[in-house]
């Protein structure tokens, strides 16, 4: 029986003249379990993309710090552009979201009052910390930083603005 080898750019498919009819329905099944499995992997991407794209045209005005000055008790983040607007005491916090390589989260501590903590997402790091320890950068009155998430889990600041 002659076997025919599609080009190696798709997932590797091999072209049959069956006489056994278990055979072509085996051939069939890996065929259709790959094509579904590259489904999955696009709507993952595509998902991932879509979520990159809405946070980066987001903006959340007027949050309040957590007070608890954990992590647990941090306000989360939910935008690209955050402006903390009440803020009251030394080590209250915010929380960045969940890392997602090339998403970036921007803080703008607009209050005269203490300096704010940030601490990543559940499992997250900021730069070379621990997962799940604060930042060691704080965010001083009337200053900007700049958050970058280079992979699934680690932020990295990749600008201050006072």
């Known amino acids: 029986m002659p076997t025919k080898q599609f080009p190696k750019t798709w997932p590797p498919l091999v072209v049959r003249e069956f006489g ?8 069939f099944r890996d065929l259709v379990r790959s094509l579904e499995d590259l489904r999955r992997k696009i709507l993952e991407v595509g998902n991932d993309h879509a979520a990159l794209i809405d946070h980066f045209v987001s903006a959340t005005n007027g949050i309040t710090s957590g007070t ?16 903390i607007s009440t803020h009251g005491n030394v080590d209250d916090g915010v929380k960045l979201p969940v890392a997602l390589a090339g ?3 921007i803080v703008l501590n607009d209050t005269a009052t203490a300096d ?3 601490w990543p997402a559940t499992g997250d790091a900021i730069e070379a910390a621990a997962a799940d320890a604060v930042g060691v950068t704080k965010i001083a009155n009337q200053e900007v930083i700049t958050y970058e998430a280079v992979d699934a889990t680690t932020w ?3 600008n201050i603005e006072p």
């Not at 056994?20 to 051939?27: G, L, M, Q, R, V």
């Not at 608890?68 to 935008?79: E, K, N, V």
């Open 68 to 83: 608890t000055q954990t992590q647990a008790g941090a306000t989360t983040l939910t935008s690209r552009f955050n402006r």
């Open 103 to 105: 998403k970036e989260v």
């Open 20 to 27: 056994d009819i278990k055979k072509a329905y085996i051939a």
């Open 156 to 158: 990295y600041i990749v």
């Open 116 to 118: 704010l903590q940030v």
